[in-house]
């Protein structure tokens, strides 16, 4: 199984950018994204599962990022918009097989699979 996330970059504050991964021909129940800042604790931001109707988020980024999948393509997509310096960070994409219920969504010991990371950097 092969996750290839993708679009990060440099971006000013304020800015956008759009993130994407690939899954490797398959549709997973559940998938997330998580991020780690220098010298900090890799922390969840998103998911969203298989149907795409339910999608979660962690509260410093709600109102920005919007998490969306496209199972034709085996691809989910996390649009960050009004990025702020904070927001920079490594950004992981993770697969589950099964479906994690919500009080264990944000638990990165619930994912199966993992990405190589992105890096997106915000200027001030």
């Known amino acids: 199984v092969q996750l290839q996330a993708s679009g990060g970059g440099l971006v000013q504050a304020g800015g956008s950018l759009r993130l994407s991964c690939a899954t490797s021909g398959r549709t997973f129940l559940t998938m997330g994204w998580f991020r780690q800042a220098p010298g900090k604790e890799r922390e969840w931001v998103s998911a969203?599962?298989?149907?795409?109707?339910?999608?979660h988020y962690a509260d410093s980024v709600k109102g920005r990022f919007t998490i969306s999948r496209d199972n034709a393509k085996n691809t989910v997509y996390l649009q960050m918009n009004s990025l702020k310096p904070e927001d920079t960070a490594v950004y992981y994409c993770?697969?589950?097989?099964?479906?994690?219920?919500?009080?264990?969504?944000?638990?990165?010991?619930?994912?199966?699979?993992w990405g190589q990371g992105t890096l997106v950097t915000v200027s001030s």
């Open positions: 969203i599962r298989s149907s795409g109707s339910s999608t």
């Open positions: 993770a697969a589950a097989n099964q479906r994690i219920i919500v009080s264990s969504i944000n638990r990165a010991g619930a994912y199966n699979y």
